[in-house]
């Protein structure tokens, strides 16, 4: 799920900031409740959005956006439930992984923990460098967007970092790095190569068909990654299906110290049974395991 969110709101978020900056004010609230609906982040979105209102001195419409923000987060505190997982750590292994885990985190286009965190420290400095020579009024789009990327770094760093330094390295987080790459490339490029703009239409252009035949060739690896993770989804409704107070899956590890998580992971066992029966939700497969029928109402006896 968290996977998915995160594929989900990234669009939202930066269609959000680019509609703001170009005065689609109807459109960038849109954009704002699917960036809320999408993922507990999109108030990030917000926090910018108002930020770059400022910046454009827009009283009126930052009166809008903040109300519309104050009306999202009641919506969303309703039945909302804070979960925490981890395993407590000691404390400076806990300090250290709270210090590395957002440079982690924005470089976590490689695969290992050092090399990542490097990478995102230059990130960092590139950010600070960038904006000193005024890419925040520059390009606004960008700039803000660049925000948005760093408060999730940090947010994420704050709630998931007793999980270890390799959670920074998901797979779900990889999209915030590659975009915060590119938004810092096109910066760059701003900053210290100001292009003619018939020499920029055909650069960008360029680049962008050859991003397209990159990822229609990734698109053919994805492929095969997809039916590696249905099999691994078989496995676990399968697993959760059979005894949940027994049936621990590989990557459930983590968790199983957390108080609470055997009585978490069996309700949610429970959860996917009773949706299966109702027909909300239908998994991937032909069921293998034959569910049990819903028991039968028992008729109340004659007074």
Request: glycine share 6%.
């Amino acid at each position: 799920m968290q996977g998915l969110q995160n594929i989900a709101i990234l669009p939202f978020a930066l269609a959000a900031i680019l509609l703001l900056h170009r005065n689609r004010f109807a459109l960038a609230c849109t954009a704002l409740l699917f960036s809320v609906a999408t993922s507990g982040n999109g108030f990030f979105v917000a926090f910018v959005g108002g930020l770059l209102l400022l910046q454009q001195r827009n009283r009126r419409r930052l009166a809008i956006w903040v109300a519309l923000t104050v009306a999202l987060a009641a919506l969303y505190a309703v039945h909302y439930t804070v979960v925490h997982v981890g395993v407590p750590a000691p404390f400076f292994q806990s300090k250290l992984n709270l210090l590395l885990f957002p440079f982690i985190f924005l470089g976590s286009l490689g695969d290992r923990v050092p090399l990542c965190a490097i990478v995102g420290l230059i990130f960092a400095v590139l950010v600070v460098l960038l904006t000193r020579r005024g890419w925040r009024l520059g390009n606004p789009p960008a700039f803000y967007a660049v925000i948005f990327i760093l408060i999730t770094a940090l947010a994420v760093d704050g709630t998931r970092h007793n999980l270890g330094l390799d959670t920074a390295l998901s797979s779900r987080y990889r999209l915030y790095s590659l975009i915060f790459l590119i938004l810092l490339y096109y910066g760059a490029l701003d900053q210290l190569l100001p292009w003619p703009g018939l020499f920029r239409l055909r650069t960008w252009t360029a680049f962008t068909v050859v991003c397209a035949i990159f990822c229609l060739r990734s698109d053919r690896v994805a492929n095969r990654v997809l039916h590696e993770r249905d099999q691994l989804l078989i496995q676990h409704v399968e697993q959760w299906l059979g005894d949940p107070a027994i049936a621990v899956m590989p990557d459930e590890a983590p968790f199983l110290q957390t108080p609470g998580w055997r009585v978490i992971r069996q309700r949610a066992a429970e959860t996917l049974r009773t949706s299966m029966r109702a027909g909300i939700y239908t998994p991937p497969y032909p069921p293998q395991m034959h569910l049990a029928p819903a028991p039968a109402a028992v008729p109340a006896p004659d007074p």
